[in-house]
């Protein structure tokens, strides 16, 4: 069984466009995250949610959004996407704040054209 | 403000050999907590570890081991006996007051 999941595996968009990346759990985890790593291999953590609150909140610009319909999901959302935007998106997941083991999702590459 | 440093870009060793990774880090703060990942060629992202600033022992698991000093504020991975699995780029990664930092990276090859 796949203990973090994300998908797609690869997005391929226009600027201007809006697209999710969807992340499941099935751990049992408490908190969730999405960590973006850039071109030059560069890693940065976007957001983090535990029971449905946010903590974590890089200084990410506000077109990035993540929604958690239950614990076991944390989206994410971005709007009117850019070429910098491009870049592996990783979700991971943890019991506990970043105090824990963290489990990772393989990875979404986001190509934004 | 804080910062973690890899200065290390790139590492190549002979399968056997042992390898240190170094990380050193900068904050004004006395409650944080340290990390090292591993992102093998395939891509993944692998937690290895987790330190709290409090905690000052050595650990070791299996090839791996891990010295914090907090008075050089550095937090090096120690592989021994390396092998052509081994070969990844490894981080060194910073938490602390809801900011996490990591380091630019470590690539490391094994060579057989």
């Known amino acids: 069984d796949t203990a973090v999941s994300q998908t797609p595996k690869y997005l391929v968009t226009q600027m201007g466009n809006d697209k999710s990346i969807k992340c499941e759990q099935n751990?049992?985890?408490?908190?969730m995250y999405w960590y973006k790593q850039d071109s030059k291999k560069f890693l940065k953590i976007m957001f983090s949610y535990n029971n449905k609150e946010l903590i974590i909140n890089e200084t990410v610009p506000n077109r990035f959004s993540p929604k958690s319909p239950d614990k076991a999901h944390l989206n994410l959302h971005i709007n009117s996407l850019e070429l910098g935007d491009s870049a592996v998106y990783f979700c991971a997941s943890s019991r506990g704040h970043l105090y824990n083991e963290q489990f990772f999702g393989p990875g979404t590459r986001l190509t934004v054209l | 403000a804080q910062k973690v440093t890899q200065a290390q870009t790139e590492i190549s060793v002979v399968e056997k050999e042992d390898v240190t990774l170094d990380c050193v880090y900068e904050t004004r703060d006395t409650t944080y907590y340290l990390f090292w990942y591993k992102q093998p060629p395939s891509g993944e992202l692998v937690f290895l570890i987790r330190?709290?600033?409090?905690?000052?022992q050595n650990e070791i698991s299996g090839r791996y081991s891990w010295n914090f000093q907090k008075s050089t504020s550095s937090f090096n991975f120690t592989i021994t006996a390396s092998q052509v699995v081994d070969s990844a780029v490894y981080f060194c990664a910073f938490y602390n007051n809801n900011d996490m930092r990591f380091g630019a990276g470590t690539r490391l090859t094994v060579k057989p």
């Open positions: 330190r709290n600033s409090f905690d000052e």
């Open positions: 751990l049992g985890h408490d908190t």
